[in-house]
């Protein structure tokens, strides 16, 4: 009977624990943000990691390839995020302008096609090697995480907290995608 409660008060210390860390994990972000600095974000990134609950990420998953994406600034204060990807053997690119909002780090995008409009922030980054960012839909059901890398490799411990945002946030574990690198439009400088 004493183990047995040992047991539950283990347990429940380690449920606390993990609370602890999210709870870290979020005041960590914050203070990351508040002095985010948009001009060392800027320059080439990869999309080393996706998750998103929509029913298209869904069906395009498997599918997918790392897409490289040039962050710049733009003429109002916002970001010009210019994406290559490869399509039907071809490379495509895609530029995103990002207006600011009134946090630093958070953006909005207004889809041109769709007219929705997203809230895209950084959640966390170091600049030279990886940022968190979160996507949301403001007038439209829409949600997902990105995981930006300076290099296309990553390192395990940045897939696992990639992985743990992703939970944090929601997502399930078949949503998370880690898109295999191609030969085609990566080049890691311009
Ligand atoms: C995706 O998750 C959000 C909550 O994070 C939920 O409101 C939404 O309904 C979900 N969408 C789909 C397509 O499952
Ligand atoms: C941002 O992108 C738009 C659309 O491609 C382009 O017209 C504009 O000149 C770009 N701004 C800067 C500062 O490069």
């Known amino acids: ?3 047995l409660r040992s047991l539950w008060t283990g347990l429940v210390l380690l449920g606390m624990l993990g609370m602890l860390g999210v709870l870290q994990t979020a005041a960590q972000a914050q203070i990351l943000l508040s002095d985010f600095q948009q001009e060392k974000f800027m320059g080439r990134w990869f999309s080393a990691g996706l998750a998103s609950n929509s029913s298209w990420f869904r069906e395009k998953k498997a599918s997918m390839s ?4 040039v962050v710049a600034p733009s003429a109002d204060g916002g970001l010009n995020l210019t994406s290559t990807f490869l ?17 630093p780090g958070s953006y909005s ?29 403001i007038d439209h059901d829409f949600h997902m995480a990105t995981l930006y890398s300076r290099t296309q490799t990553l390192r395990a411990e940045l897939k696992e907290k990639f992985s743990t945002f992703c939970k944090v946030q929601g997502f399930t574990e078949d949503t998370i ?5 191609t030969d085609k439009c990566l080049k890691e400088k311009e």
């Not at 769709?114 to 968190?132: C, Q």
């Open 1 to 3: 009977m004493a183990s």
């Open 66 to 69: 790392m897409c490289s994406t």
């Open 87 to 103: 399509r039907k053997d071809q490379c495509e690119t895609w530029t995103m302008q990002l207006q600011p909002s009134e946090n």
């Open 109 to 137: 995008y207004q889809s041109p096609r769709w007219g929705h409009t997203s809230l895209i922030s950084v959640v966390e980054v170091n600049y030279d090697e990886y940022a968190l960012l979160d996507t949301k839909g």
């Open 177 to 181: 995608v880690f898109p295999p690198q």
